[in-house]
Nanobody, 126 residues
Framework: VQLQASGGGLVQAGDSLTLSCAAS????????MAWFRQAPGKEREFVAA????????YYGDSVKGRFTVSRDMAKNSVHLLMNNLKPEDTAVYYC????????????????????WGQGTQVTVSS
């Protein structure tokens, strides 16, 4: 079972981009999912998440108001819509999954999430 992130690329500041994350190998629920990113020389940073039974969506402070996480149940995939991209958004973006609903206070911690995709590069030029 693998998570496959896709949709990255090279864009200009102010552009939009949508990342996708799908499961391969067998069908399992993407009920608890997160996006993280990691820029060169920096720690992995929380971007967005949702969890089962919770209608809220959670975002890192640096992307709040610009990024939107959504789930496509029909395609069993997760998307990250990124608007008004900035050069500081440049990073490798990872999707991550947890089998059981995570505690709210832990969703921004990378160690909370058990399964990770391989990452997709997003580069934003100024």
């Amino acid at each position: 079972v693998q998570l496959q992130a896709s949709g990255g690329g090279l864009v200009q500041a102010g552009d939009s981009l949508t990342l996708s994350c799908a499961a391969s190998g067998r069908t399992f629920s993407l009920a608890n999912m997160a996006w993280f990113r990691q820029a060169p020389g920096k720690e992995r940073e929380f971007v967005a998440a949702y969890r089962t039974g919770d209608t809220n969506r959670y975002y890192g402070d640096s992307v709040k108001g610009r990024f939107t996480v959504s789930r496509d149940m029909a395609k069993n995939s997760v998307h990250l819509l990124m608007n008004n991209l900035k050069p500081e958004d440049t990073a490798v973006y990872y999707c991550a999954r947890k089998e059981n609903r995570p505690i709210l206070s832990s969703i921004k911690l990378a160690d909370t999430w058990s399964y990770w995709g391989q990452g997709t590069q997003v580069t934003v030029s100024s």
